[in-house]
């Protein structure tokens, strides 16, 4: 089902006698500054997590917190 050049121009003059003319660039721009926040909500989200692997390590986690392994296949808690 394509969408063609009619039916884009419908959409748009319906849009615009919903809005306004007047409302269309501040609709536009807070509709950008809504999908940046979203992309910075989501990389800061990816960043928490460390690469990615949903939340499997904490990337804050250091060796001496894990215990350590003994030759004899033991490990020290």
Do not use: C, H, Y
Not at 48 to 64: I, L
């Amino acid at each position: 089902m394509k969408v063609g050049t009619g039916e884009l121009l419908i959409v748009l003059a319906v849009i615009i006698l919903l809005f306004g003319a007047r409302k269309l660039p501040d609709l536009a721009r807070s509709l950008g500054a809504s999908a940046r926040e979203f992309r910075k909500g989501v990389s800061d989200g990816e960043d928490e997590n460390g690469d990615g692997q949903d939340g499997a390590k904490d990337s804050s986690g250091s060796a001496a917190d894990a215990p350590a392994d003994n030759s004899d296949g033991t490990t020290d808690a």
